[in-house]
């Protein structure tokens, strides 16, 4: 007889989801063709996200300790020498002077609410814009690549980065041996480990919406679109003893920066910029532009400035302001859509799900998350709900639903022709053809400046000193088929034989 809880094959270590089948595969997501679109029949990504999002209460359960600050986007009326309206008709970009209302939550990204701001971590970067025609999330980080490509792993990657289960202490074997065998991550772990790794504050980092989106113009011609803020503050880290410096005597180092600085009118500010790209499969690249762990070469397709944003006024209450915000990748205005960047497609979901959870199925109602435009909708109840979001009183309140015959809301129009790409291919689970995990961490090594480089070895033997011999040995063989020079340097400064870890990198 078996008991609740066991399984008919003791001491297998075969993995199933919470209905008892075995999962046979938690790398990928099951999307069409190589690059197209998840489907809403991921049931086990689904299952897991759904949890996942419910494994904390009521804190969030990534991005928990964060600041925040109001202030405004002012758009060029270009992207690069070209009107806005060529590429995209999002009206919040087509008029030069146009000002939109934004609020901005800076975090980390593992740490706790009360966590302490040195931690080598990346950095979010999350702006709503409150345009005329609804609220635009544009959440990102501050690194242009993000660990991983499919949103199925999200869990994985967070549970590898948390304290130990068993211990309650944060252990590097965990993250590593994550790492190690999920090498799209070792571009941003280089990134993370390097100057970038502990920002000097909020102020001082670099912000990008790390995915493939899309512009859509008036004619229904769609592009895909990156975004980028780079900090007029300009870019500055810690190093390892200056972060060791300032957590001894401030945990909070980040948080004080922005909001002193925005209370002495040192308003900080970043300009946006947009990277451009057909939206086809482009062969002649080594990744698939669609990889949210790749960057798009500037040189291949440059920096195109779209506008600028000032933060210059700090919250009034940090709860209802800056711990309440909500955001989405999901939440876009007309003229920017989703690519099939599946962990862009992941987020969508997600994101939404987990504020539902966390503050409430009405939180879009708060303020700080509710657009400065019309809210009209059919939607009611729930908890909190202190609104009802018809729109106008000549709207029949016994008429929540659409289609209708009597005074109901109705279906608006088309404010442009619409963007239909074509999907089509086989229904699969399995990773993209081109993945090339190795090429462009080489090249930021190489970007780096000698004592940046310094500082990133250092920071590498310091973290995997105090991990296995084995997940040493899989990191620098990693390193090694980056750029022979980082491979060499970690290898020595962990005392390992060179010469062998490099023969089976090859």
Known sequence: ???????????????TNRQGRVVTDNQNSRVVGDSGPLLLDNYNYIEKIAHFNRERVPERIVHARGAGAHGYFEAYGTIGDEPASKYTRAKLLQEQGKRTPVFVRFSTVVGGGHSPETTRDPRGFATKFYTDEGNWDLVGNNHPVFFIRDPIKFPDLIHSSRPSPLTNRYDPNRRFDFVSQSPEALLVTLMTSSY???????????????????????????VLVRFTWLSKQGLVGLTHAEACQ???????????????????????????FAQIMSDDEHPELSFDPLDATKIWPADQFPLLAVGKMVLNKNP?????EVEQAAFSPGVMVDGIE?????????????????????????????PI????????TNYGAGQMAYRVDSG???????????????????????TGSPHEPMVHGRVQQKCIR????????????????KSYQDDLVLNLTTFLAHVRDDLKSRMIQHFFKMDAELGERVASGLKFDISALALAAE
């Open 1 to 15: 007889m078996i008991e609740f809880g066991e399984s008919s094959t003791p001491g297998t270590r075969t993995l």
């Open 369 to 376: 998350n509710t657009p400065k435009s019309r809210v009209a």
């Open 196 to 222: 970038r790794g502990v920002p000097k504050g909020y102020r001082f980092m670099d912000g990008y919406g790390v995915h493939a989106f899309k512009f859509v113009n008036d004619a229904g011609e769609g």
């Open 316 to 320: 009034l209450d940090y709860f209802t």
């Open 392 to 414: 106008d009183a000549s709207v029949n309140a016994n008429i929540n639903y659409e289609p209708s015959t009597g005074q109901a809301l109705r279906e608006g129009p088309a």
């Open 246 to 272: 300032t957590q001894s005597t401030n945990l909070y180092h980040a948080t004080e920066d922005l909001y002193e600085a925005i209370d002495r009118g040192e308003f900080p500010e970043w300009e946006l």
């Open 338 to 366: 989703a690519s099939n960047d599946r962990l862009l497609l992941g987020r969508t979901f997600a994101y939404s799900d987990a504020q539902r959870y966390r503050i409430g199925t009405n939180y879009l109602q708060l």
């Open 434 to 449: 081109r993945t090339d995990d190795h090429t462009q961490g080489g090249e930021f090594y190489r970007s780096l400046e």
